[in-house]
Nanobody, 126 residues
C-alpha cells in the first residue's frame, strides 16, 4: 500500500502565499507523476499542477505564473516528495487541495496504480 501525506494548508489573505507538501510512502518502486488537484463544493476536482519523474511540469491556466510545483531530489528518477508554492493567492483559489501520485509501481514490472491524499484545506479571504 501507498500513503500520501499532505501538509501546509491553512488560511491566508489575498495576495499571500502558502506552501503545500506531499510525501509518498509505502510499497514504492517508482512513481511516474505527482501533483496537486483541488476541489470546490459543487464543482469537479480540477488539475492544479503536476511534475514527472523526469522533472516535466504542467500547470492549469488559472495558476500559471503564480504557483510553482517542485520536488525533492530534482534530476533523480526516484520521485516521492513534491511541493506546491502558491503565491499571489486569490479568493478563488480557496479549495481542498489533494495530492495525487500516478503510475506508482510497487516493484519492477508491477501494474501501475494511482493514489490520492486525504486533502488539505486552503482558504483565501480578507
Amino acid at each position: 500500500q501507498v500513503q500520501l501525506e499532505e501538509s501546509g494548508g491553512g488560511f491566508v489573505q489575498p495576495g499571500g502565499s502558502l506552501r503545500l507538501s506531499c510525501v509518498a510512502s509505502g510499497s514504492i518502486f517508482s512513481v511516474n507523476t505527482m501533483g496537486w488537484y483541488r476541489k470546490v463544493p459543487g464543482k469537479q476536482r480540477e488539475l492544479v499542477a503536476t511534475i514527472t519523474s523526469g522533472d516535466t511540469t504542467n500547470y492549469s491556466d488559472s495558476v500559471k505564473g503564480r504557483f510553482t510545483i517542485s520536488r525533492d531530489d530534482a534530476g533523480k528518477t526516484y520521485l516521492n516528495t513534491v511541493h506546491l508554492l502558491m503565491s499571489s493567492l486569490k479568493p478563488e483559489d480557496t479549495a481542498v487541495y489533494y495530492c495525487h501520485a500516478a503510475g506508482v509501481h510497487s516493484r519492477l514490472g508491477s501494474r501501475p496504480q494511482d493514489y490520492w491524499g486525504q486533502g488539505t484545506q486552503v482558504s483565501v479571504s480578507s
